[in-house]
């Protein structure tokens, strides 16, 4: 299995391919279903897409926190603080960027949203 999102982080809209991760309103967004296997989640890319487009310090921000952010996912479903029975969503903040996962109660995946963190305005 391999952690990075090859293929993935160039820009693209996919509103003619199936969404596979998280509702998410915000664009750009980068959506998964991830299998879940025990503890360990595999990333399959046929089961991700963009939306909308990323710059190009948000793409590479988010090719290098995607295996962080996989290693967390994992770390919360040994702690059951994401539990593959019950649906919970939990919110990440990595490199300038928003994940939100959830399993949905499904029992075998792991859906998820990734978009660059909205700046606050004073």
């Avoid at 046929?46 to 190009?56: M, P, Q, Y």
């Avoid at 290098?64 to 996912?73: I, S």
Wanted: proline share 7%; net charge negative.
């Amino acid at each position: 299995m391999s952690d990075t999102l090859s293929g993935t982080t160039h820009p693209d809209d996919n509103h003619d391919r199936p969404w596979w991760g998280l509702p998410c309103t915000v664009t750009p967004c980068f959506g998964a279903r991830l299998v879940q296997e025990g503890n360990r989640l595999h990333y399959l890319t046929d089961r991700a897409g963009i939306r909308g487009r990323f710059s190009d310090a948000d793409a590479n921000h988010l090719d290098q926190a995607f295996p962080l952010l996989m290693k967390q996912l994992e770390l919360m479903l040994t702690s059951s603080e994401l539990n593959p029975h019950r649906q919970n969503t939990v919110t990440l903040y990595v490199k300038g960027l928003t994940c939100h996962a959830d399993t949905l109660g499904s029992c075998g995946y792991v859906y998820l949203a990734v978009y660059p963190t909205p700046e606050m305005k004073n």
